[in-house]
């Protein structure tokens, strides 16, 4: 869409590293590749997720403005970008930021990419990552490559990947904590980008570092796999090691993480990582991918027979280098102050709100002298300018060392105590310096109807609602109930993490009086700490508007009620779920529409509410077996060999072909037999045994044709081309290609065992 | 050869005093939409109210966004054009000025605005929404200023007006254009 795309790529040249830059030539060989009606849909949805690009709503087109669901006209005679999805239609851009960590020259970069290419707004997520929305997919090979330039990488934040690897934002300053695991969250995350091993799991798999066990900073026991730092005594040395967890999750049936292993030396946490992986792509769900998270495989096989498989395969992984190199690395890993440590002057002037923000925003570091300051963001967003203003702070009071946190927030860490109180000034003036960091205010929320297309209610118009009604009570104020958390998702889903507040919402529908009404179910009693240690009890569906009623209801009855010391959950417990139910059955009826319309409206909409907008999800990503993807991989290869040969570049171009035609090979190889080749002559004469001899690869009219341009050009490779020679190679890798497909969907039809 | 220019924002201030609210905008824009009220396509409505000083209340297009938006905490009609434009940097100045201010009638007359909302049509500012294209440097400024010139004269009459680069350099280029009689705005 922006006219400066085409120049993006020379002008960046120098400053991408070299495996991103050829990563996003290769993400938009297969943009051109979906134009020309070239790859699949499906096969290209999941290659754009793998790349962070997501669809958002109304991407199918079609839109009910409050009147009736309309077609967007948008221009026609273009491709989908996936299945029942608008090429031009606007979606989001996902940045994936391992364990949350930002310099200030990537805080600006993020800031000029929302504001050229998205609407003004960055926005946190509760993975640490960072979106953006509105964004049009012809942009999309520009904005990665302007992260790449700045060292950030948008692989795998979507799709059915590991994704972005959490944890504790206060991870080496925290006076609790047994270790720092920044290092160790850093290692996974690299180690695991684009690894192998990973590259066909049934749904998307979640990982996330956590420092202590009692804190719930990184909410460790909902994940896929967590880690929580251990030391253990070892021949009379003290080791650094990790409480594993696997098979925690929310979505729509919450699932608590099991523990693995109860102290895992620091040296097995790549190998298991790795075994953990294979264990879930051979046994995982691929088909249902209502059941493909791992928490249902642990919960099939139970969790004995897991680790005895994980064991198993840990048994057989062949000793990889980087396993020792990364850990190596480890001690390296430093975040040095910028200042000297400092005192507050107690005595000293200071502006007015500084007490409170100090109290709310201020943590005091295990570093004497030191804190960190949260950045509260409400709901998460920022804009460009703030960015700016944040990325300047890094700079003049740290060294950079910012992180973004699961609560949707931003931390500035190593800020000298006695730098506080300029600090506090400068953030106030650009309005950065809400005292509301973890308060009840600090709610929490998914993007919801606003962009998400599975959205059901309004996740972030509740949020905003209910955040400015408890600043006006003051509730952040009230010590009874300031430290509650509220959590709120669009949809059962539970991307907004509402079974681990204090008071959860999702949003549904009812039918009401012939109309369709948006409802949020309540839940109450979950727990954020402990590692988010349980889950809140679902008490029922509140109309959208009467949310605020409901909630107020619970504060003043726990403000007035509590018992000395007593929690939210333990106060729950106590008056049960039958009387928390009693307590606002009175708000679920629904008033008539024509006596009071605003219950069939959404908060932030003004139309008439209607789930006819429901897309189809794209959080778990398109299922695309390996060799979809590998075939898709091959096409782009022969692509490549076209721009090569039309580039002048002849050897190039005919060995890119004759590549091309050896992945295709390869491709069917791993599908048939499981076998993975590398070496171009056992490629050859395994493709030959099981597909020419056994005549699988013939084409019924064809015959073995297209087989012999792959033994052609497998012959002749290293002989000289002409330009000749190297055009008809490209044709004749592109045929054979043609093959493999047929050769693949015949295999796929054939009765098992046929 | 310099890059034309394109992407081409343009901001039309509100007089003092501004509505303390935009809840009006969300029901406005998504009329808008029912009704087709602008030449682009016209997609979501976008509630950033929480945000402070930022984007407001932003009517998504596929061509172009509208948006009472609040950068800088000045209330303005923000016209955000995405899709490139054909023609000359006067072309681009007057289709993306053209716009804004038929928004700005526009919103005017709505009811949840009436008598609420005035804009201010002797000053706005422009925002070249694309660094690479537009880089904000002085150089750039100057290269641009006999185009924003002819458009601005083309508007308000040769010699009446002042433009002004604003902000930071980590912006993007970003212009004010007034009237120069322009003190006391005509309503
Ligand atoms: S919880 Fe539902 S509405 Fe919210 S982002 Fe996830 S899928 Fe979308």
């Excluded at chain 1, 909902?222 to 251990?230: L, Y």
């Excluded at chain 1, 539970?494 to 839940?523: E, M, W």
């Excluded at chain 1, 599908?671 to 395994?686: H, I, R, S, T």
């Excluded at chain 2, 220019?5 to 809840?23: C, G, M, Q, Y």
């Amino acid at each position: 869409m922006k006219a400066s795309n085409p120049f993006w790529k020379d002008q960046l040249e120098d400053q991408m590293p070299p495996q991103l830059a050829a990563e996003i030539d290769v993400f938009e060989h297969e943009l051109a590749l979906r134009r020309q009606g070239k790859i699949d849909e499906r096969v290209f949805a999941e290659t754009r997720l793998r790349r962070g690009v997501y669809g958002q709503r109304y991407d199918s087109g079609q839109r009910h403005d409050g009147i009736r669901t309309r077609t967007l006209a948008y221009p026609e005679g273009k491709p989908t970008k996936g299945p029942n999805t608008v090429w031009d239609a606007p979606g989001m851009q996902r940045i994936k930021i391992p364990f949350g960590g930002l310099n200030a020259r990537q805080l600006e970069v993020i800031a000029e990419l929302a504001e050229e290419y998205a609407d003004g707004v960055a926005h946190v997520t509760t993975r640490q990552d960072f979106q953006l929305h509105f964004v049009h997919i012809d942009d999309t090979p520009t904005i990665m490559r302007r992260l790449a330039a700045v060292g950030i990488t948008t692989r795998e934040a979507c799709g059915n990947s590991i994704r972005n690897v959490t944890a504790c934002p206060l991870a080496g300053v925290c006076r609790d904590q047994v270790f720092d695991v920044t290092p160790y969250a850093k290692m996974m995350a690299y180690y695991l980008l684009g690894h192998p091993e990973c590259q066909d799991f049934g749904r998307k798999f979640k990982i996330a570092f956590s420092g202590c066990k009692e804190n719930p900073c990184a909410l460790v026991r909902m994940h896929d796999m967590g880690f929580i730092a251990a030391v253990r005594e070892v021949d009379g040395a003290l080791r650094r090691g990790f409480e594993v967890y696997v098979g925690g999750g929310l979505g729509t049936v919450p699932y608590q993480a099991k523990l693995f292993a109860e102290f895992l030396p620091v040296e097995e946490l790549l190998p298991l990582a790795v075994a953990v992986a294979r264990v879930y792509t051979k046994y995982g769900e691929k088909k249902n991918r209502n059941t493909a998270r791992i928490k249902f495989l642990v919960h099939k096989l139970g969790l004995e027979e897991f680790k005895q498989r994980v064991e198993q395969e840990r048994a057989g992984l062949r000793p990889d280098p980087r396993w020792e190199q990364m850990l190596r690395e480890i001690p390296t890993y430093q975040e040095r102050p910028l200042k000297d440590p400092g005192l507050l002057q107690i005595t000293a002037p200071r502006l007015e709100g500084f007490e409170r923000w100090y109290a709310r925003n201020v943590y005091r570091q295990r570093q004497p002298g030191y804190a960190t300051v949260t950045i509260a963001l409400p709901l998460g967003d920022i804009t460009a300018a703030q960015l700016r203003r944040v990325a300047d702070l890094a700079r003049k009071y740290t060294r950079e060392t910012v992180r973004t946190t699961v609560e949707q927030n931003l931390v500035l860490r190593w800020v000298s105590e006695a730098d506080l109180p300029a600090l506090y000034a400068e953030l106030k003036a650009a309005q950065l310096a809400e005292p509301v960091a973890g308060s009840i205010a600090d709610i929490v929320a998914c993007p919801g109807t606003d962009t998400c297309k599975l959205g059901i209610a309004s996740s972030r118009g509740l949020a905003a609602e209910l955040r400015q009604r408890l600043l006006a009570q003051g509730a952040d104020q009230d010590a009874a109930v300031s430290n509650l958390h509220i959590k709120i998702s669009g949809c059962f889903n539970s991307c907004g993490q509402h079974h681990v507040a204090d008071i959860g919402f999702y949003g549904v529908s009812r039918n009401k009086n012939g109309y369709t009404v948006p409802h949020f179910q309540l839940l109450v009693g979950g727990q954020w700490e402990e590692n988010a240690g349980s889950y809140g009890l679902a008490i029922g569906a509140i109309p959208a508007k009467r949310v605020p009623e409901a909630l107020e209801r619970f504060i003043r009855r726990y403000r007035s009620e509590r018992a000395f010391g007593e929690s939210f959950q333990s106060f729950i417990q106590r008056i049960g779920k039958a009387e928390c139910k009693r307590m606002v059955e009175d708000l679920m009826p629904v008033p008539p529409h024509e006596e009071d319309p605003s219950f069939y409206v959404d908060w932030s909409d003004a139309r008439e509410f209607t789930i006819g907008d429901l897309g189809v999800g794209e959080c778990a990503g398109e299922l695309v077996s390996p060799v979809d993807f590998q075939l898709a991989a091959c096409e782009r290869e022969a692509f490549e060999a076209q721009l090569l040969l039309e580039a002048g570049q002849i050897e190039r171009a005919a060995q890119t072909a004759y590549k091309a035609m050896m992945h295709g090979a390869q491709a069917l190889l791993r599908f048939k037999l499981g076998a993975f080749p590398e070496d171009p002559e056992a490629v050859y004469q395994q493709f030959r045994t099981h597909f020419y001899d056994t005549q699988l690869f013939f084409d019924p009219f064809a015959q073995g044709k297209f087989a012999h341009y792959y033994f052609a050009a497998h012959a002749r490779n290293g002989a000289p081309h002409d330009p000749e020679s190297a055009r008809r190679q490209i044709e004749e890798a592109q045929l054979f290609l043609e093959a493999a497909h047929s050769c693949y969907a015949r295999m796929l039809a054939a009765p098992a065992g046929g | 050869m310099a890059k034309q220019p394109d992407h081409i924002n343009v901001k039309i201030f509100a007089l003092e005093p501004t509505p303390e609210d935009l809840a009006g905008a969300i029901p406005v824009f998504h009329r808008w939409i029912q009704q087709n009220a602008a030449p682009e396509l016209l997609i979501d409505v976008a509630d950033y109210r929480h945000v402070p000083a930022g984007p407001g209340v932003i009517l998504v297009g596929l061509e172009a966004n509208y948006s009472l938006d609040l950068t800088e905490n000045r209330l303005g009609l923000l016209y955000n054009r995405k899709k490139p434009v054909a023609g000359s940097l006067e072309d681009k100045l007057r289709q993306a000025y053209e716009a804004a201010s038929a928004a700005c009638r526009r919103l005017e007359q709505e009811p949840e605005f009436h008598r609420k909302l005035h804009f201010d049509p002797n000053s706005c500012e422009v925002i070249f929404n694309d660094r690479l294209l537009a880089p904000n440097t002085l150089e750039t400024f100057e290269r641009l200023r006999s185009g924003m010139e002819q458009f601005f004269a083309e508007l308000w009459g040769r010699g009446t007006f002042a433009l002004e680069r604003v902000g930071e350099p980590r912006e993007r280029l970003r212009v004010r254009a007034a009237v120069r009689s322009s003190l006391t705005p005509l309503i």
